[in-house]
């Protein structure tokens, strides 16, 4: 049997195979660089940045461990777009694999600013994290509202020629919905689920654990509600699902693609494991080659109710 053919297009950006690094964990590359073969991958998304310099979250408790996970509350800390695309961008470049950047703002318009600096720099596609807060609207973030996701979105896509990759927050009554109004606004794939808001207290001072009181919970206890939300978005949408939340081992990722998900992305798994991305392609490489499915394709949203 010839080797099974893994590779997903989302937009104009072709991947070789369907295992992405997700943003935050990987930062700019340059952490990681050495620890793995991660130019074999299909995507590395890099660090949020925003169009200017943010400093994050007090410094203190940023993180702190849950069972089966982890709370963070980093608060967007990034060099800024100009030092981004100046600094960071080069490096990350030499990888060899398709680089996607990750932008935030607090306005549409500082959505549409970044992806129009970044449309003639060498990225294969931009993430747009819009579970960040709108000033305008009072804090609320971006992707609870499927109008403001839209908004964003549309500005984006008029700013920008590259994929656009709409990220998702599971805090949200309708996330198909949601994703429903990237898709009709431009987007060419969504990726879901981004972290689940919570909170950890020490019942000693009485206070949260993590400095910012509350932050995003990743890890192994969020999998089957991200498994769940990526079942429900690829039954709405028709451009491709990223699926994220834990993903540990190829059965991990093998459970999203089942769900829907052309293509799952690594994040928390390279805390213990920096070469976890290399270990669940070569997984789920070797599950298609002991099934004989010849196309990654021909069990993308194959479950079976």
């Known amino acids: 049997m010839t080797a099974p053919d893994t590779a997903v297009s989302i937009g104009s950006m072709s991947m070789k195979n369907p295992v992405m ?8 590359g340059d952490e990681f660089r050495g620890l793995a073969e991660y ?9 949020t940045v925003t169009r200017q310099p943010r400093e994050g979250n007090p410094p203190g408790h940023r993180t702190v461990e849950t069972p089966a996970g982890m709370l963070n509350a980093i608060g967007l800390e990034n060099v800024g777009l100009e030092a981004f695309v100046r600094d960071k961008l080069p490096a990350a470049l030499e990888y060899g694999t398709n680089i996607v950047a990750s932008i935030a703002g607090e306005a549409v318009e500082e959505f549409a600013e970044c992806a ?6 060498g990225v294969a596609a931009i993430e747009i994290n819009i579970s960040c807060p709108n000033v305008k609207k009072g804090g609320m973030a971006f992707g609870v509202d499927a109008g403001a996701s839209a908004e964003v979105a549309a500005a984006v896509r008029a700013a920008t020629g590259k994929p656009i990759i709409a990220k998702l927050t599971p805090n949200v009554t309708d996330i198909a919905g949601v994703a ?3 898709e009709r606004a431009g ?7 981004n972290t689940f ?5 020490d019942v000693e001072s009485r206070r949260p654990l993590l400095a910012a009181g509350s932050g995003g919970l990743s890890g192994p206890a969020i999998r089957p509600a991200a498994v769940y939300r990526v079942y429900q978005v690829a039954q709405a949408v028709e451009v491709p699902v990223i699926g994220m939340g834990v993903i540990w081992n190829a059965s991990d990722a093998l459970e999203f693609i089942i769900a829907g998900a052309s293509a799952v992305a690594v994040g928390t798994a390279l805390y213990a ?3 976890a991305g290399n270990r669940v392609l070569n997984g ?3 599950y298609l080659e002991s099934h004989s499915i010849a196309r990654l394709s021909d069990i993308v949203g194959s479950v079976e109710l």
Do not use: Q
């Open 39 to 47: 130019g074999e991958l299909g995507a590395l998304v890099l660090k």
């Open 273 to 275: 494991d920096p070469a």
């Open 116 to 121: 129009r600096a970044l449309d003639g720099t």
């Open 284 to 286: 789920i490489r070797d």
């Open 197 to 201: 808001s919570a909170m950890a207290i």
């Open 180 to 182: 429903v109004a990237c």
């Open 21 to 28: 690094i997700a943003s935050g964990i990987f930062g700019y």
């Open 187 to 193: 987007a060419d794939a969504v990726s879901l689920v």
